[in-house]
């Protein structure tokens, strides 16, 4: 056994130990009155992030893009999006960020492009321009692939050609097969590392492979078409490359959206022998409640924590694992996994804190969760931002699939304008002196960064007490209670090193038996293991 191994075998990196925080930064702080969140703003209010004790921010898209799908269609990837700011800007953001002790990764979104980049400018101009083979053409309709926003992949151009996008129609995808596509990627990666970024999140990166046989979706992914697109032939071979090519030169973070990979498919992805990708966000957590046809569904504890024992017993000493329960893409974690109400809020963001820094792999926070905040309830299509939603709006409401109703039931529970609302800095919103580029939570004058201060001082506890247990970073993992519907008990173990973490998943009191006599780490009201509304407590066992 080295210093670079865990009692446990896991071998020691600085992203393992990391604790990440992501910045949306439309909707982080606006500094000059525009009313969108900029990167100057994120330099006034870095210190907050930094008091969190947080490691790592993960910044989202800050590219030159004409906003089709707000910032993930990127039109340059070399130009900050002028509402964002400066290139000037990024570098003293970056320089800040380093001398707050921290590291920076960036959005990596290079499935697709906006179709104002100059490539598909030049591509679509005719069937012989050089740059007609960086993208996805037919001369007809060669399946009945759907986006994933809604509608079919395929658009027909100008000339009567189709391409293939993915996503949005203004998000055309690229042709990792061409050599010249690849290597243009590889580029503009060094571009960014060289400039001192230490890593990358890579947007949908498994769907750069497709298959072009073009064969139809089967009958049974038809209403998930993301577990086809993750699966093209030469995925692996290109991810491959690409850590030969650029990743292997750099010491970096590298963590790939793996939306559509199964459990099973991990490995192939993360297994530090294959040398591609560090880490993925598997999405079976954040899946608990949905159905087979994406909208919401209850969803139970047991349910939730066997997601966890899946993950832990799939993936070995080889493969290291994430914790998430919410990014730009999903509703705000409090009302998704929590009590929102107001006599439970603030308990339930104080045990989800305490799940996802003490549970096993590289933890994510996005930006206001430390502060408590909540979904919004929507009631009228106007009011939401988000191109998927809208779309969905025109396929079941203005068709007659479903009701009015029953979309805002749904919507407000699932959407991800949820978690896209600017964040209300103080009760009067403190956000901007503007006018929002997208309307703050009405709740803001009771929800805000003042407000949840006891919920901040929680996380940058947890922080740094995950910062000095390596337990709690390489523990092994043991669900003790798997089958009780309130109570979420497990152990984390590292030699001799142990803790065990018990919440209370509940509005209503719950009775639990401790397998062994603790020693807590904290301070309870209370001998009794009974354990109160949405109660979270760690213990040392002794």
């Known amino acids: 056994m080295t210093d670079d191994v865990t009692p446990n075998g896991y071998a020691k990196r600085w992203w393992k130990a990391a604790v990440v925080y992501q910045v949306y930064p439309r909707s982080f702080y ?14 006034e209010k870095l210190d907050h992030i930094k008091g969190l004790g947080v490691d790592v921010i993960w910044l989202s898209p800050h590219f030159d893009s004409p906003n089709a799908d707000n910032g993930y269609d990127i039109r340059d990837y070399r130009k900050v999006g002028a509402e964002f700011g400066t290139m000037q800007d990024f570098d003293d953001l970056l320089a800040a960020i380093k001398a707050a002790g921290m ?7 290079v499935n697709h ?21 960086y993208y996805i053409w037919s001369d007809h309709k060669p399946n009945d692939w759907t986006s994933i926003f809604g509608g079919p992949a395929w658009t027909k151009d100008a000339s009567g050609d189709w391409y293939l996008h993915l996503f949005d129609p203004k998000q055309p995808d690229l042709n990792w097969d061409n050599p010249a596509v690849r ?3 590889y580029d503009l990666m060094r571009f960014w590392l060289d400039k001192g970024v230490d890593g990358f999140r890579m947007d949908v990166i498994p769907f750069i492979s497709k298959d072009k046989a073009f064969p139809n979706l089967p009958d049974d992914l038809r209403a998930k078409p993301q577990y086809v697109y993750a699966n093209g032939p030469k995925v692996h071979d290109y991810l491959h490359e690409m850590n030969r090519e650029v990743l292997s030169q750099y010491d970096v973070m590298t963590v790939g959206e793996a939306f559509g990979v199964t459990l099973e498919d991990t490995p192939k992805l993360i297994d530090e022998r294959r040398q591609e990708l560090n880490m993925i966000f598997q999405f079976a957590a954040v899946e608990v409640d949905r159905g087979p046809d994406g909208r919401w569904k209850p969803w139970t504890l047991p349910e939730f924590k066997a997601v966890f024992t899946r993950q832990d017993k799939a993936l070995d000493r080889h493969c290291w694992p994430t914790f998430f329960l919410s990014n730009h893409d999903n509703p705000r974690i409090v009302s998704r996994f929590g009590d929102d109400s107001p006599q439970w809020r603030e308990k339930s963001a104080m045990l989800l804190a305490t799940l996802t820094l003490t549970m096993k792999g590289t933890p994510f926070i996005y ?10 309830k929507f009631t009228d299509i106007a009011q939401f931002n988000d191109l998927w939603t809208k779309n969905a709006w025109e396929e079941e409401v203005v ?40 309307a703050l939570n009405p709740n803001h004058g009771a929800i805000n960064a003042e407000s949840g201060r006891a919920i901040y001082d929680h996380y940058a506890r947890l922080i740094a007490l995950r910062h000095a ?16 519907p309130q109570i979420f008990a497990y152990r984390r173990t590292l030699g001799e090193s142990a803790f065990l973490v018990v919440l209370n998943f509940s509005s209503q009191p719950a009775a639990f038996a401790l397998p062994e006599t603790p020693v807590r780490l904290g301070n309870y009201d209370s001998t009794s293991t009974d354990l109160r509304a949405w109660e979270a407590r760690i213990y040392r066992p002794g």
């Open 183 to 185: 290597e243009g990627v």
């Open 103 to 109: 590291k920076l990764i960036i959005d990596l979104v």
């Open 30 to 43: 606006d500094s000059n009155g525009d009313g969108i969140g900029d990167l100057r703003g994120i330099i």
């Open 469 to 484: 247990e390596p337990a709690l970073v390489y523990g092994d993992y043991e669900d003790i209670a798997p089958d009780h």
């Open 399 to 438: 068709s007659g699939q479903w009701s009015t109703e029953a979309f805002f039931a749904n919507q407000n529970r699932v959407s991800r304008d949820h978690a896209r609302m600017p964040l209300p800095w103080t009760p009067e919103g403190g956000f901007t002196t503007g006018t929002p580029w997208f």
């Open 113 to 133: 492009t906006s179709d104002e980049h100059q490539w598909f400018v030049e591509s679509r101009t005719s069937r012989d321009n050089p740059k007609r083979d």
């Open 367 to 376: 930006q206001g969760d430390e502060m408590g905040l909540t979904n919004r």
